[in-house]
Nanobody, 114 residues
Framework: QVQLVESGGGLVQAGGSLKLSCAASGRLFSINAMGWYRQAPGKQRELVAAFTRGGSTNYADSVKGRFTISRDNAKNTVHLQMNSLKPEDTAVYYC????????WGQGTQVTVSS
């Protein structure tokens, strides 16, 4: 079992920044990849950024150059630095851990005002 605890969401003005954090615990050896997804009202959940076990990163085209995924292995934590935020970034952001199963954080609301 893997537990994910997210933090860092909130309200920010367009052009501002937020840093999301996801602290993982449990059977971490089973995890092959971690990433961030988001879901806006009325829309499907989409991949924002992912960090694979092999060290590769993947970003949605809409966030490239603005968002950065990083990890702190000593603290079993994954971060998502979000810069130059836009109103269309408004969504609930979910931390995901992928292995034999998918594990999800509780979600954290990010709201970007114009």
């Amino acid at each position: 079992q893997v537990q994910l605890v997210e933090s860092g969401g909130g309200l920010v003005q367009a052009g501002g920044s937020l840093k999301l954090s996801c602290a993982a615990s449990g059977r971490l050896f089973s995890i092959n990849a971690m990433g961030w997804y988001r879901q806006a009202p009325g829309k499907q959940r989409e991949l924002v950024a992912a960090f694979t076990r092999g060290g590769s990163t993947n970003y949605a085209d809409s966030v490239k150059g603005r968002f950065t995924i990083s990890r702190d292995n000593a603290k079993n934590t994954v971060h998502l630095q979000m810069n130059s935020l836009k109103p269309e970034d408004t969504a609930v952001y979910y931390c995901n851990a992928h292995g034999a199963y998918d594990y999800w954080g509780q979600g954290t609301q990010v709201t970007v005002s114009s």
